[in-house]
């Protein structure tokens, strides 16, 4: 059993007594490349990873007692009536009002929370959250979804209940992803296409140290942009731009929209260059591409900080052209995530120990991941 398995069981035991009678992992996720292209119904290609959310339940009757073991919080709430609180807790009574909102009775009962992805690191702690109370309550009750409806479901909990206006990226991630694989995903028609990792590829995550901070306006400020960016060019959603038809455009956006709209044009056409070079083991085609996209997210998106810039060009100099490095995730800070070959990855670690410290001086944490599978019940 791992750590978390036993925390998990371990603080079930102390909050509630005895055993849960489910319990459901899901993975968080680094998003190779396809930055703030979810919600213009673009491309994204992540991978999930071995950090985890797992949430132990209980049925049974009366309000839902949840205990948030990383935290050392509780909640309880009538599901019949969830409501808003704020903080973690919003995340749970989300999931629990959109599954009342499609007909299920969710029953009272007790759920437990253990976690190894660290919140504000851009590696889909909440939505990991999500996918797993959601799988959790519904295999409980004998009833399922497949994973991307799970998946949406998720999202609008985020949307609609916690109020960050999401894509469907990462809980697309951490629902359907499957072990070995990174995920091409069109967020618009909801298609998938599995691709398998090429087998001297490795991924390596490093933590800027600069915790997301007040992401959530920006976030939201940065979809405004995208949808008035669209309305200009007279589009459903940016997915239906092309770089050609942006700059016919030009003269009537201000330089920022222009700027916004041409990160999500080039973006997807990245994304999709880059599942043709992961699909065909071109580390040099991928590379590139990442690369670009880590420009683009600062120039043209405004998303990327001084310490992620010093950490991807570092990373880019260590890797060489089989491979690249991005600041991956919703932006400002975050985690920086780099492929390469194997025979790459202890330079690019010593590199970084080295020449890169976070904000507050200290050593960044750095992980190598094989890509996971999505969510499902532990055995
Ligand atoms: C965050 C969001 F939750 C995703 O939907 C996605 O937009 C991502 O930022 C940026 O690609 O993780």
């Given amino acids: 059993m791992s750590g978390i398995g036993e925390r998990l069981l371990g603080g079930f035991a102390e909050a509630f007594g ?3 009678a489910l319990v459901v992992r899901a993975p968080g996720r680094v998003n190779l490349i396809g930055e703030h292209t979810d919600y213009n119904d673009g491309f994204a290609m992540p991978i999930a990873i071995g950090q985890e ?3 132990g339940f209980r049925a049974g009757s009366g309000p839902l007692r949840v205990t ?5 919080e509780t909640d309880s709430f009538d599901p019949a009536n969830p409501e808003r609180v704020g903080g973690w807790r919003d995340y749970v009574r989300g999931v629990v009002d959109q599954l009342r909102q499609a007909g299920i009775a969710v029953p009272g009962g007790e759920l437990a929370i253990a ?3 660290a ?3 851009g590696l889909s702690s909440s939505a990991s959250l999500e996918v797993a109370v959601a799988r959790v309550i519904l295999e409980s009750v004998g009833q399922s979804l497949d994973a991307v409806q799970l998946a949406l479901l998720a999202q609008r909990a985020e949307c609609d209940f916690v109020g960050v206006r999401c894509g469907n990226l990462d809980q697309i991630a951490s629902a359907a992803t499957t072990l070995g694989h990174a995920l091409l995903i069109d967020c618009r028609s909801l298609a998938l296409r599995q691709i398998a990792m090429p087998a001297d590829a ?4 490093v933590q800027s140290g600069v915790v997301r901070g007040l992401v959530d306006g920006e976030y939201n400020r940065r979809r405004a942009e995208c949808e008035a960016a669209a309305g200009i060019l007279g589009v459903a959603s940016l997915r239906d731009a092309d770089e050609a038809m942006l700059d016919a455009a030009r003269g009537r956006m201000d330089e920022n929209t222009y700027a916004r709209a041409r990160h999500v044009v080039t973006e997807n056409r990245r994304t999709l260059d880059a599942a043709e070079a992961l699909e065909a083991g071109d580390l040099v085609r991928m590379g590139a591409l990442m690369r670009e996209s880590h420009v683009s997210q600062g120039k043209d998106f405004g998303i990327t900080v001084p310490f992620t810039d010093a950490l991807a060009g570092l990373m880019n100099e260590a890797i060489g052209k089989d491979g690249g490095a991005r600041q991956t995730g919703g932006g400002f800070g975050g985690a920086v995530v780099g492929l390469m070959r194997k025979d790459r990855v202890a330079a690019v670690r010593n590199a970084v120990l080295e020449s890169y410290r976070t904000p507050s001086g200290e050593v960044p944490l750095i992980c190598i991941e094989t890509p996971a599978a999505g969510a499902g019940p532990v055995a």
């Fill in 115 to 117: 976690g190894s992805i």
């Fill in 53 to 55: 959310t797992r949430v």
């Fill in 18 to 20: 005895g055993q849960p």
């Fill in 202 to 205: 490795v991924v390596m995550i």
């Fill in 119 to 121: 919140k504000g690191t």
């Fill in 68 to 72: 948030a073991l990383d935290f050392g």
